[in-house]
T-cell receptor, first 121, second 115 residues
Framework: NAGVTQTPKFQVLKTGQSMTLQCAQD?????MSWYRQDPGMGLRLIHY???????DQGEVPNGYNVSRSTTEDFPLRLLSAAPSQTSVYFC????????????????????FGEGSRLTVL | AQSVTQLGSHVSVSEGALVLLRCNYS??????LFWYVQYPNQGLQLLLK??????LVKGINGFEAEFKKSETSFHLTKPSAHMSDAAEYFC?????????????FGAGTRLAVHP
């Protein structure tokens, strides 16, 4: 099983460039999210989606855009990269209550991709 | 609002010694609590989770954690550290809201194991 797949694993950008981090999951999860990880700060939620066509902001959304046209894919876009966006980015997904009811309780367990390390010069 | 505090950003133990990583949470409703582990250059992997069943939760690789409501704690322990346990550990709390799960992470504790 592929689980959650992120690409690229590594990327170097110049200030002002744009790029898209790709995320795909094959578990039919309704909920998908993007986190960034910075030393001493744990993981901070950037954006999340509870289903195709539905997205919302997390703790640190500025400078990032997302869309959710299919259940499987949840790309993260940097429109004009800044050095402050140098970080490791993780995509994660999970079932929602509506998916889990009748099968098992939804506990909020997230399934993570392996991360994308982004450096902005 | 939920939050998580991990006491100690770095913990160092000898191989074979007890591992204790501390986590305190704040939550206005009974929480779901998690410990995740991150090995170098990898994503996060679930170690164990508390979902309001047994208060002592056993996870993978010999780790366990005890939910103590009176202390609002969910400390992670392992009786005997192994070199392969060296990693970063994250405590997290979630609350089900509107049909989805928002996971709030602590800042992480880096565990070093020395011979």
């Amino acid at each position: 099983n592929a689980g959650v797949t992120q690409t690229p694993k590594f990327q170097v950008l110049k200030t002002g460039q744009s790029m898209t981090l790709q995320c795909a999951q094959d578990m039919n999860h309704e909920y998908m999210s993007w986190y960034r990880q910075d030393p001493g700060m744990g993981l901070r939620l950037i954006h999340y989606s509870v289903g195709a066509g539905i997205t919302d902001q997390g703790e640190v959304p500025n400078g990032y855009n997302v869309s959710r046209s299919t259940t499987e894919d949840f790309p993260l876009r940097l429109l004009s990269a800044a050095p402050s966006q140098t970080s490791v980015y993780f995509c994660a997904s999970s079932y929602s209550i509506s998916q889990a009811s009748g099968r098992r309780p939804n506990t909020g367990e997230l399934f993570f991709g392996e991360g994308s390390r982004l450096t902005v010069l | 609002a939920q939050s998580v505090t991990q006491l100690g950003s770095h913990v160092s133990v000898s191989e074979g010694a007890l591992v204790l990583l501390r986590c305190n949470y704040s939550s206005s409703v009974p929480p779901y609590l998690f410990w995740y582990v991150q090995y170098p250059n990898q994503g996060l992997q679930l170690l164990l989770k508390y979902t309001s069943a047994a208060t002592l939760v056993k996870g993978i690789n010999g780790f366990e954690a005890e939910f103590k409501k009176s202390e609002t704690s969910f400390h992670l322990t392992k009786p005997s550290a192994h070199m392969s346990d060296a990693a970063e550990y994250f405590c997290a709390v979630t609350r089900l809201s509107g049909g989805y799960n928002k996971l709030i992470f602590g800042a992480g504790t880096r565990l070093a194991v020395h011979p």
